[in-house]
């Protein structure tokens, strides 16, 4: 198969469903191109798998041939050639990947402009000043990203080029200074580099096709990839496309628009254009843009027709899409459309709408599809809890949601705030992609530049991110920005609402908006679609968050941490006594105490879940977790000494201490040195059961027993539970009551079959399960080695987010299948962080498991990816 593609080459398939191969960019300048017809300037797309051939063992062989043949292709049909020095053809070269990463990877434009052609360029435009202009751009840009120089020697001599002139607008440098500054830039390349900037198209050419290469692995292509759960391994296109020019004159043009609002999802035109500009500035955020609504004055027709291509464009992908267009000289052209980013409140009423819109009929199930957990998220966004503030300034409010932190005026000094554990807002003229890793842990971004599609405003909104840019007032020096009289200096707290555009010195109370009824439509959708197939639970040990996750739409509690319970501030010392105990009778009065304690906590859960299963896990860690520390204990022994409790509460420390202690004496481990603990639960949570059901409750029980590695400690464990229930509840009828275990090491895993024939139910404890198989501790391998590995694609993710396909995934999917093997009827479910994860949640599905559990707030978003796992799909990975 070749690596070059025209855009006007007939594929078998649509080429939009062709972005593993061409790109995103590609694959739909393709079909505008081919299929729709629509004015796109020519060009052609170099492949994803030439990048992939790139990055194995640098430039492909036959690729050259390749370029050469459509380059020639290209200059017949436009009747130029690339460096001629009487009519030059100018292109862009920009990246494409086969999934959107706005900003992430470089772009070149204006290649083709040398000492001679840019002469050539003057004479055929008859307007030097263009030439010029864009020859000095070129330079610039092709120095920067091609050649690896700084940007900055290159702004400082053209905002010193704008003051000499005495302008504020790039489009009044006069045609002599512009001149100068093509001398001067070629001047910092060859002082740089030590060689002429280069004037041979072909040497123009492959250089920025290898750059853009070569920006597939750059640090912010890295870190955005590792956000947004990317392979690193997919590679991205290259399209070399003809060059159309917005800064050719006042009658020309460019600009960026959503057939749709990206931020709330009303129907109608949005965007931002700018006259006499190339694309970089609309999303640069170099200069203030004005309304795509304003091109309706300025250019009617133009207009008119832009709004016919929105309409067929929507039509064709059902969908909003996001669009780049260039005016040159009153003549439309179509760089490049997408399926556009929007926000959570955007995602979810376009879902709604376009079920109703006869001319996209979008089914139900496409539209459960089109949403992501992030939308949810971001749905849940906090807001100012008063209107009742003083506003500092305003901007345009990109990115919904309020946000406050401390401002910092770096990406550098935000990511290290941030290590510290600072909450920031990343404030900054313009972000551009280099910021990528201090936006990544902003609470917010501000920018005192840019529109409501530059670099800031499409990055936050993709990420849910609070977001105000194009604040004019605010005025940024270094380390500090003024509006006014009042000076805001880094480490200040400031608070944005990316709704309103408000600014705030100081923090502003947040509250939590409530949901549109978009939110609780597609919900309701994915229910039908889930129903009877995969369940959602929700993790929560009292009744508070019992009924909180309820109200979320849980279908029962997954995991209910009995010790959670032990640990509340007058239960703490009931525990220490039982721990502490010199015979069987104090240790029996404590375990009492701690029985009573328990059963009104079990009653209150019971009630919230009155008619749902509630899992209720046994003590499952080790007894020195309710022991003060060692360490404290022995430093205050050597210098202010310990009363007679604290040395008896040493002792037992010391007694229990071990030196792995999750592999220790946990779990039903203790249960064998202890039954009396396990007993006094069941029991505990039996009587509670009674005493619902004779309030006319209906309580559904599930006693799960942790950390059983073989049947024989099931059948022990299993005997005691047995006992108990039948001694609570004697006399009492109508509870339905199950014994299972929690999976959570790779030997029950693998011996699943053999555990089965003692449980009812298994429940996979996969944040146990991912740390035994990795050997990762999970309390310390998340932060420098985690970023370590992650960085050099050791790991393609972080295990303890997202589900090991290969090795956890693997266990969860064998263990399901023996289980069910030895007990048809086996219940199967999952109770670790994995179980609220959209990604992991396709996986149980798969699996056949029969619910997922995860924490009370996650509750809506795997009610939806549990729908979008039985429907087959990944969440709307475009959106």
Same mark, same amino acid.
């Given at each position: 198969m070749p690596y070059?593609?025209?855009?006007?080459?007939?594929?078998?398939?649509?080429?939009?469903?062709m972005k593993d191969l061409l790109g995103g960019k590609g694959a739909n300048l393709a079909e505008m191109t081919s299929v729709l017809g629509l004015p796109v300037p020519p060009g052609f797309t170099i492949s994803t798998e030439a990048c992939r051939a790139y990055m194995e063992s640098g430039w492909p062989e036959g690729l050259s041939e390749e370029v050469a043949k459509h /380059?020639?292709?290209?200059?017949?049909?436009?009747?130029?050639?690339?460096?001629?020095?009487?009519?030059?053809?100018?292109?862009?070269?920009?990246s494409g990947a086969a999934f959107s990463m706005p900003g992430m990877m470089d772009t070149v434009l204006n290649l083709g402009l040398n000492d001679e052609s840019v002469e050539g360029l003057a004479k055929q435009t008859s307007d030097e000043r263009f030439a010029y202009d864009s020859y000095r751009r070129f330079i610039a840009m092709y120095g920067r990203i091609v050649l690896g120089l700084d940007g900055g020697p290159f702004e400082e001599l053209f905002d010193a080029a704008k003051e000499l002139a005495d302008t504020h607008s790039d489009a009044e440098v006069p045609t002599e200074l512009l001149r100068y500054l093509v001398r001067s830039y070629k001047q910092i390349v060859e002082r740089e580099t030590g060689k002429p900037f280069p004037q041979d198209p072909d040497q123009q050419l492959r250089g920025a096709i290898e750059a853009v290469f070569s920006s597939w692995n750059s640090p912010r292509a890295i870190a955005y990839r590792n956000r947004e759960h990317i392979a690193h391994t997919l590679g991205t296109a290259v399209n070399v496309q003809t060059m159309v020019f917005g800064n050719r004159d006042e009658n020309s043009g460019t600009g960026v628009g959503f057939t749709r609002d990206p931020s709330t999802g009303a129907q109608g035109a949005y965007g931002d254009f700018l006259v006499n500009a190339q694309g970089e500035d609309v999303v640069a955020g170099i200069r203030n843009t004005e309304p795509l609504s304003a091109l309706e004055t300025r250019f009617p027709k133009i207009y008119k027709e832009l709004m016919g291509i929105f309409e067929r464009l929507e039509?064709?992908?059902?969908?909003?899409?996001?669009?780049?267009?260039?005016?040159?000289?009153?003549?439309?052209?179509?760089?490049?459309?997408?399926?556009?980013?929007?926000?959570g409140a955007a995602a979810l009423r376009m879902a709604v709408e376009m079920t109703r819109d006869r001319k996209i009929k979008l089914s139900k199930e496409e539209a459960v599809k089109r949403v992501t957990g992030d939308h949810l998220d971001q749905v849940l966004h906090p807001q100012f809890a008063s209107s009742d503030i003083k506003v500092l300034a305003k901007g345009l409010g990109a990115s919904p949601g309020a946000a406050v932190g401390k401002a910092y005026f770096t990406a550098d000094g935000a990511a290290g705030a941030a290590e510290k554990g600072e909450k920031v807002i990343l404030v900054r003229s313009e972000t551009s992609p280099e910021d990528v890793h201090g936006m990544i842990v902003s609470e917010g971004i501000l920018t005192s530049r840019g529109g409501l599609v530059s670099h800031a405003a499409v990055v936050a909104r993709g990420w849910g991110k609070p977001a105000v840019v194009g604040a004019e007032a605010v005025r940024i020096t270094r380390n500090q920005f003024r509006v006014g009289d009042t000076v805001v200096s880094e480490g200040d707290t400031i608070s944005i609402d990316g709704t309103t555009g408000q600014i705030v010195l100081g923090a502003v109370s947040l509250?939590?908006?409530?949901?549109?009824?978009?939110?609780?439509?597609?919900?309701?959708?994915?229910?039908?679609?889930?129903?009877?197939?995969?369940?959602?639970?929700?993790?929560a040990d009292n009744g508070a968050d019992a009924a909180n996750a309820r109200q979320f739409g849980a279908e029962g509690i997954g995991l209910c941490r009995t010790e959670h319970m032990f640990l509340a501030e007058d239960r703490l010392p009931i525990v220490r006594r039982m721990i502490l105990a010199e015979g069987e009778d104090e240790e029996a009065a404590a375990l009492e105490e701690l029985r009573k304690a328990q059963k009104s906590d079990f009653e209150a859960i019971l009630e919230a879940m009155d008619g749902l299963p509630v899992t209720v896990r046994l003590l499952d860690p080790p007894l020195h977790e309710f022991l003060p520390p060692t360490e404290e204990l022995a430093i205050k022994e050597a210098t202010t000494g310990l009363t007679d409790e604290e040395r008896k509460l040493?002792?037992?420390?010391?007694?229990?201490?071990?030196?792995?202690?999750?592999?220790?004496? /946990? &779990?039903?481990?203790?249960g064998v040195l202890k039954p009396g603990l396990y007993a006094m639960q069941v029991r505990a949570l039996m009587e509670a059961a009674a005493a619902r059901a004779k309030k006319g409750g209906k309580p559904v029980v599930e006693v799960m027993i942790p950390l059983t590695v073989t049947r024989e400690e099931l059948a022990l464990a299993r005997s005691w539970v047995t006992d108990a229930i039948a001694a609570a509840t004697k006399g009492t009828k &109508?509870?339905?009551?199950?014994?299972?275990?929690?999976?959570?090491?790779?030997?029950?895993?693998l011996r699943a079959d053999e555990i089965a024939e003692e449980a009812d139910f298994f429940s996979f404890g996969t944040n146990d399960l991912t740390q035994m198989t990795f050997g990762f501790s999970r309390d310390d391998v998340e932060g420098r080695m985690m970023t370590a590995y992650l960085d050099a694609g050791l790991l393609p993710r972080n295990p303890f987010e997202t589900i090991d396909i290969g090795g956890v995934g693997e266990l969860v999917r064998l263990a399901a299948k023996r289980g069910r093997e030895t007990k048809p009827g086996l219940k199967l479910g999952v109770c670790g962080e994995h179980g609220g994860d959209p990604e992991s949640i396709a996986l149980f599905a798969a699996a056949g498991l029969d619910y997922v559990s995860c924490s009370p707030f996650r509750v809506p978003i795997a009610r939806l990816a549990a729908a979008q796992a039985v429907l087959g799909s990944q969440e709307y990975s475009t959106a």
């Open positions: 070059t593609f025209a855009f006007d080459h007939k594929h078998r398939r649509p080429p939009m469903a /380059r020639q292709r290209l200059e017949k049909a436009m009747g130029k050639r690339l460096g001629d020095p009487a009519d030059p053809l100018l292109v862009s070269v920009r039509r064709h992908y059902r969908d909003m899409c996001d669009t780049e267009f260039t005016i040159d000289q009153g003549r439309l052209w179509m760089l490049q459309t997408r399926v556009g980013k929007r926000t509250s939590a908006p409530e949901p549109p009824e978009e939110f609780h439509t597609i919900l309701g959708w994915a229910d039908t679609i889930r129903a009877g197939k995969l369940a959602v639970r929700a993790n040493y002792g037992a420390a010391l007694s229990w201490q071990e030196t792995n202690p999750m592999l220790g004496t /946990r &779990g039903v481990r203790l &109508g509870i339905d009551v199950t014994i299972g275990t929690m999976i959570e090491t790779p030997r029950a895993a």
